[in-house]
């Protein structure tokens, strides 16, 4: 496993490192203190399976950053790193195709389980904050969807194919495969069909504003 840790904090990134050696045995850990520095790992290793990423960086801007590599590698897996516990952070990044947001002051223990979980192809979402994105939690067998998930189900309860779905959310058609994929996951289910009577069985709100 490869893992890109992107933070101007030297003393944040060797912690960081200690905890995701956790993760398994053999692993790979490359250091960015800004964003020119990560473009360059990013592109001299192009088999990244994952981009930790801070929010707040020197030379450029966080969500600048994240929209490019999303962009530019949009089957690479970025999760926001961030000191930030703002929804309208959260809500920010999860938009614009992050595959989690882990505040800084979550435990060692939660930060790897959220980590297995987004490698394993789901979203990340703080536990304490779901209520805030309207998350129906109410039920444990309920799944949970990120915002973002549930702008994409809408469209495919509406039958639309992943290109047109990207079109019309503004975003590569790489990141709508992997929501599609997620929301699969989610739902338990295989295919569209089923997708869409999965969501109204539960009563998600799919609004397709």
């Known amino acids: 496993m490869k893992i890109l840790v992107?933070?101007?904090?030297?003393?944040?990134?060797?912690?960081?490192?200690?905890?995701?050696?956790?993760?398994?045995?053999?692993?790979?850990?490359?250091?960015?203190?800004?964003?020119?520095?990560?473009?360059?790992?990013?592109?001299?290793?192009?088999?990244?399976?994952?981009?930790l990423l801070?929010?707040?960086?020197?030379?450029?801007?966080g969500f600048t950053a994240l929209d490019t590599f999303v962009n530019r590698y949009?089957?690479?897996?970025?999760?926001?790193l961030s000191a930030s516990k703002q929804y309208?952070?959260?809500?920010?990044?999860?938009?614009?195709?992050?595959?989690?947001?882990?505040?800084?002051?979550?435990?060692?223990?939660?930060?790897?389980?959220?980590?297995?979980?987004?490698?394993?192809?789901?979203?990340?979402?703080?536990?304490?904050?779901?209520?805030?994105?309207?998350?129906?939690?109410?039920?444990?067998?309920?799944?949970v969807l990120t915002p973002r998930q549930l702008q994409v189900l809408a469209k495919m309860v509406q039958g639309h194919s992943n290109k047109i779905i990207a079109s019309k959310l503004d975003i590569a058609e790489a990141t709508v495969k992997m929501h599609v994929t997620s929301i699969m996951k989610s739902l338990g289910v295989s295919n569209r069909t089923q997708a869409a009577m999965a969501a109204e069985k539960l009563g998600l709100r799919v609004s397709a504003d």
């Open 88 to 143: 309208s952070d959260i809500k920010r990044a999860l938009d614009a195709g992050a595959m989690g947001y882990i505040p800084k002051d979550t435990t060692s223990t939660v930060m790897l389980s959220a980590l297995r979980l987004i490698l394993s192809g789901g979203i990340y979402v703080p536990s304490d904050m779901a209520q805030q994105f309207e998350l129906n939690q109410s039920d444990s067998n309920m799944p």
């Open 54 to 61: 801070d929010l707040n960086m020197p030379g450029e801007d």
């Open 6 to 51: 992107v933070d101007d904090h030297t003393l944040f990134r060797e912690g960081l490192c200690y905890v995701l050696n956790e993760l398994e045995e053999q692993i790979s850990i490359l250091e960015a203190s800004g964003f020119e520095q990560a473009m360059q790992h990013v592109a001299a290793n192009p088999d990244l399976d994952l981009v």
């Open 74 to 80: 949009p089957v690479m897996p970025v999760v926001i």
